[in-house]
């Protein structure tokens, strides 16, 4: 938990036997009340824990990790990890990194221990008007988890060819490694370069960044690779629905819809813990600008860097406006709201560790989402914090990123199932067992 400030209350415990819930609607304040609800063991309660749209840059720096390093290399961590069982993350690398005219950084090599098991990239701080990557990961004994130039392609995702999955985004980027079974990461020595590009230039064309901070978590177990994991949660309320940092904790349309939660993330083991009641600027209700790195959604998500716990933030509103003819996740009833969305990612996975960035957080249109025929606000927030954790689409309906593949890369998956709750329709509720080892890779389970 980053603070104390907040009041602890009692542990929310609801059973929940259906998959409505009732519409929401109202209004809130920027500088509001704010509390936590702790979590618990109770499978009733809370305990537990998604599109993609682009969002941006970073001004607060990385968060609640280790302060031993310095800022010349490798920051923070061990050589030995936590004690067998303890699964928790450590900071492998922290600085600032200049780029050169054409947008790459030199090469920067960190070390991961031993016990590693995964690790979490994330790029900010860089202006947000740039589109951010990392190229060239290779690990030890020369496995290629990212390849060199990839990003020459023209295409903003690596995938054929990529053992490790990643898309490049505005304003800040993140990656987790692996994110597949093609993937590896081994302890030993780690290198790879940040790069940015412009929106509208090309490759190798001159670039007017100075500078960015690259961010590395290692997650670490000596026992290998966590079987189960707790996610917290840091709820924004701009209004949307009635629901605010006050009145939520009580609602039972809130509670139904964690709960739900709850038992959509319990087959892959990962319980909801603490959660977070922030209120938020009422005027970011409804949210465009959603491939922009300056956009209205990407002011959102800068938001969180008033989180108070370390896990995702998951922002509602009551609009999203794609800016465009169609919806990215591309479901009929999407189609015929006519280009507006149920709910976006900052990214696959979004930045980990680090508040504050035009990418760090998750919106979730409530109306739209508590309206006939939509998924509901359970599915639609598990979903999209899904993606926020690392899964892509199990299969998608419409490749609206050039080059995007058909399907994740995931083996036990099924092709085109609108029964998965990562499924491009959004609607189902099933998960697998290589979606929870991603998810709980990620440094925010723990």
Not at 324 to 344: K, T, W
Not at 390 to 418: K, Q, R, S, V, Y
């Amino acid at each position: 938990m980053k603070g104390s400030n907040k009041i602890r209350l009692g542990l929310i415990i609801v059973m929940v036997s259906g998959l409505a819930a009732a519409p929401l609607m109202g209004c809130s304040d920027d500088e509001g009340s704010q509390q936590i609800i702790p979590g618990g063991d109770d499978d009733a309660g809370p305990s537990g824990g998604d599109d993609t749209g682009p969002s941006g840059g970073d001004d607060t720096g990385p968060s609640g990790g280790d302060d031993t390093g310095d800022d010349t290399g490798p920051s923070g961590g061990d050589d030995t990890g936590p004690p067998p069982g303890e699964s928790d993350y450590v900071v492998l690398f922290d600085d600032t990194l200049a780029l050169d005219s054409s947008g790459y950084s030199e090469v920067v090599e960190f070390d991961a221990p031993d016990g590693i098991n995964s690790i979490a990239v994330t790029v900010s701080e860089g202006p947000p008007t740039m589109m951010y990557f990392i190229t060239g990961w290779i690990g030890p004994d020369g496995f290629e988890i990212v390849p060199d130039g990839w990003e020459s392609g023209g295409m903003p995702i690596c995938a054929d060819g990529c053992n490790n999955r990643l898309m490049m985004d505005p304003g800040a980027f993140a990656t987790l490694a692996p994110n597949n079974p093609a993937s590896q990461v081994d302890p030993g020595t780690h290198s790879m370069r940040v790069g940015a590009q412009s929106a509208t230039a090309g490759i190798g064309e001159t670039l007017n960044v100075a500078t960015v901070r690259l961010t590395i978590h290692g997650k670490v177990d000596a026992a290998g690779a966590p079987s189960s994991g707790t996610l917290d949660l840091n709820f924004f309320f701009t209004g949307a629905g009635g629901w605010t940092a006050d009145n939520a904790p009580d609602d039972p349309d809130f509670q139904n819809m964690v709960a739900l939660m709850d038992e959509i993330y319990d087959q892959v083991h990962i319980d909801i813990g603490d959660i977070a009641f922030h209120d938020a600027d009422p005027n970011y209700r409804v949210v465009g600008g959603i491939q922009s790195g300056t956009g209205e959604l990407a002011q959102l998500f800068a938001k969180s860097e008033r989180a108070e716990l370390e896990g995702p933030s998951v922002f509602f509103v009551e609009g999203i406006d794609s800016g465009f003819g169609f919806i990215q996740d591309g479901n009929e009833y999407n189609q015929q709201m006519g280009g507006g969305i149920l709910g976006i990612s900052g990214g696959i996975p979004g930045p980990m560790i680090v508040d504050g960035t035009p990418r760090s957080g998750v919106a979730v249109d409530v109306d739209s989402s508590s309206a006939m025929g939509a998924p509901g606000i359970a599915h639609v927030t598990a979903h999209e914090i899904g993606h926020y954790l690392g899964l892509f689409h199990t299969t998608e309906n419409i490749t609206f990123i050039p080059g995007m593949p058909a399907h994740d890369p995931l083996p036990d998956t099924a092709e085109d199932d609108p029964s998965y709750l990562m499924h491009a329709s959004g609607s189902g509720d099933l998960m697998s067992e290589w979606q929870g080892r991603v998810m709980r890779k990620n440094p925010w389970v723990y």
